[in-house]
């Protein structure tokens, strides 16, 4: 889907913002933040060229108008993955969930673009068929214990760096978990402008990408 220069280009920048903080945190200017450290390179990265350039790919906007149609927009609020090993928040190391709960309605797809290559012990895991379930219980951002539900697991372990999975926000995932390595990934999310907002989704907004015959 996208140019290898490009997603050459962006690891290499995102590398770069981590190691600078590393060198600060090392110096004793700022404490380890992982949290923190991600909204930063990422609010940094989201004003280069180079994201543009990914979010708006002609490639990726065509096979996306293959489910969403011909009115597409990519939402203005996404996701940095950037897992390391030294870092022990839960927060990133997410259990079975559904992206549903946590913001997204049913009417967009989720685009995962990864900027490494990953193993085992970092790659995302899916559900295959769990979409069609509907809204699957969650407590705390998670499955719902209580039910006692079981899905088949999928450890997507092959991707490659450029590689870019797109998924349905109502699909049970998780993350497999933590490695030696580091595993980068950026989830942005796009939808049909013709078709209904969560609450989430009109409050962070929209750039429109692609606008269809019957809207111009």
Known sequence: IHEMRLVKEAHDYMMDSYNKLKAKRKSGEIDFDMQGWTFAILAKYMKTDVAEKLQESEKLISELKK?????ICV????????KVPEDTDPVFQKPLHTDAWTGNSVNTLQVNTFFTDVDEHNGLIMCPGSHLLGFVPSRNRTVDPMYNLKF???NLKHLKQGDVVVFHPLIVHATAGKSKNIRIAIGDRYKSTETPFSSQERAVGYRALSVGPLNQ
């Open 67 to 71: 489910y969403l149609g011909p009115d």
């Open 152 to 154: 088949e697991e999928v």
């Open 75 to 82: 939402l203005l609020n996404n996701c940095f993955y950037m």
